[in-house]
Nanobody
Protein backbone atom coordinates (compact mmCIF):
# COMPACT_ATOMS: atom_id res chain seq x y z
CA UNK A 1 0.00 0.00 0.00
CA UNK A 2 1.27 3.46 -0.94
CA UNK A 3 0.53 6.58 1.10
CA UNK A 4 1.22 10.25 0.43
CA UNK A 5 1.13 12.48 3.51
CA UNK A 6 1.17 16.26 3.13
CA UNK A 7 2.05 18.87 5.71
CA UNK A 8 2.79 22.58 5.96
CA UNK A 9 -0.50 24.27 5.08
CA UNK A 10 -2.07 27.02 7.11
CA UNK A 11 -3.14 30.65 7.29
CA UNK A 12 -0.75 33.31 6.04
CA UNK A 13 -1.01 37.01 5.24
CA UNK A 14 -0.65 38.28 1.67
CA UNK A 15 3.01 38.53 0.76
CA UNK A 16 3.94 35.77 3.17
CA UNK A 17 5.50 32.36 2.61
CA UNK A 18 4.69 28.73 3.29
CA UNK A 19 6.49 25.47 2.57
CA UNK A 20 4.51 22.33 1.82
CA UNK A 21 5.93 18.83 2.13
CA UNK A 22 4.63 15.51 0.83
CA UNK A 23 6.22 12.21 1.81
CA UNK A 24 5.50 8.94 0.01
CA UNK A 25 5.70 5.71 1.98
CA UNK A 26 4.78 2.04 1.70
CA UNK A 27 5.47 -0.32 -1.16
CA UNK A 28 7.55 1.80 -3.58
CA UNK A 29 9.83 0.55 -6.34
CA UNK A 30 10.06 3.62 -8.57
CA UNK A 31 8.71 7.17 -8.33
CA UNK A 32 8.51 9.11 -11.58
CA UNK A 33 6.91 12.56 -11.66
CA UNK A 34 5.81 14.24 -8.44
CA UNK A 35 3.67 17.33 -8.36
CA UNK A 36 1.39 19.74 -6.59
CA UNK A 37 -2.17 20.57 -7.60
CA UNK A 38 -4.72 22.88 -6.03
CA UNK A 39 -8.46 23.20 -5.91
CA UNK A 40 -10.34 26.30 -4.82
CA UNK A 41 -14.03 26.10 -3.81
CA UNK A 42 -16.24 25.68 -6.85
CA UNK A 43 -13.30 25.27 -9.21
CA UNK A 44 -11.52 22.36 -10.86
CA UNK A 45 -8.26 20.94 -9.61
CA UNK A 46 -5.35 22.54 -11.47
CA UNK A 47 -1.66 21.77 -11.79
CA UNK A 48 0.59 24.07 -9.80
CA UNK A 49 4.04 22.52 -10.33
CA UNK A 50 5.53 19.21 -11.42
CA UNK A 51 9.04 17.80 -11.08
CA UNK A 52 10.44 14.75 -12.86
CA UNK A 53 12.70 12.16 -11.28
CA UNK A 54 15.60 13.89 -13.02
CA UNK A 55 14.72 17.29 -11.60
CA UNK A 56 13.06 18.99 -14.58
CA UNK A 57 10.26 21.30 -13.50
CA UNK A 58 7.10 22.80 -14.94
CA UNK A 59 4.97 25.53 -13.37
CA UNK A 60 1.56 27.06 -13.90
CA UNK A 61 1.92 30.58 -15.28
CA UNK A 62 0.17 32.02 -12.22
CA UNK A 63 2.93 30.82 -9.84
CA UNK A 64 6.07 31.22 -11.95
CA UNK A 65 8.69 33.25 -10.11
CA UNK A 66 6.90 32.83 -6.76
CA UNK A 67 6.75 29.06 -6.15
CA UNK A 68 9.58 26.53 -6.27
CA UNK A 69 9.14 22.77 -6.41
CA UNK A 70 11.91 20.43 -5.29
CA UNK A 71 12.30 16.81 -4.25
CA UNK A 72 14.51 14.60 -2.14
CA UNK A 73 14.61 11.22 -3.86
CA UNK A 74 16.30 9.56 -0.89
CA UNK A 75 13.34 10.55 1.28
CA UNK A 76 10.63 10.06 -1.39
CA UNK A 77 9.53 13.60 -0.57
CA UNK A 78 8.44 16.57 -2.69
CA UNK A 79 8.35 20.16 -1.47
CA UNK A 80 6.64 23.34 -2.59
CA UNK A 81 8.14 26.62 -1.41
CA UNK A 82 5.52 29.33 -1.85
CA UNK A 83 6.60 32.97 -1.62
CA UNK A 84 4.79 36.25 -2.16
CA UNK A 85 1.47 34.54 -1.56
CA UNK A 86 -1.72 36.15 -2.83
CA UNK A 87 -5.35 35.70 -1.77
CA UNK A 88 -6.00 33.92 -5.08
CA UNK A 89 -3.55 31.21 -4.00
CA UNK A 90 -6.10 30.12 -1.38
CA UNK A 91 -7.04 26.49 -2.06
CA UNK A 92 -6.63 22.92 -0.92
CA UNK A 93 -3.25 21.75 -2.15
CA UNK A 94 -2.78 18.11 -3.14
CA UNK A 95 0.38 16.24 -4.00
CA UNK A 96 0.47 13.55 -6.64
CA UNK A 97 3.10 10.96 -7.46
CA UNK A 98 3.49 8.44 -10.27
CA UNK A 99 4.61 5.27 -8.49
CA UNK A 100 5.45 1.74 -9.53
CA UNK A 101 4.84 -0.24 -6.32
CA UNK A 102 6.96 -3.24 -7.32
CA UNK A 103 8.56 -4.92 -10.34
CA UNK A 104 5.96 -6.07 -12.83
CA UNK A 105 3.30 -3.71 -11.57
CA UNK A 106 2.23 -0.69 -13.64
CA UNK A 107 2.77 2.94 -12.80
CA UNK A 108 -0.19 4.43 -10.95
CA UNK A 109 -1.07 7.93 -9.80
CA UNK A 110 -1.37 8.35 -6.05
CA UNK A 111 -2.81 11.41 -4.31
CA UNK A 112 -2.37 12.89 -0.87
CA UNK A 113 -5.29 13.88 1.33
CA UNK A 114 -4.83 17.60 0.73
CA UNK A 115 -3.74 20.49 2.91
CA UNK A 116 -5.53 23.83 3.21
CA UNK A 117 -3.67 27.03 2.33
CA UNK A 118 -5.46 30.26 3.16
CA UNK A 119 -4.01 33.65 2.24
CA UNK A 120 -5.85 36.42 4.02
CA UNK A 121 -5.25 39.51 6.10
Amino acid sequence: QVQLVESGGGLVQPGGSLRLSCAASGSIFIINDMGWYRQAPGKQRDMVAVITSGGSTNYADSVKGRFTISRDNAKNTVYLQMNTLKPEDTAVYYCKAEIKPRIGRPLNNYWGQGTQVTVSS
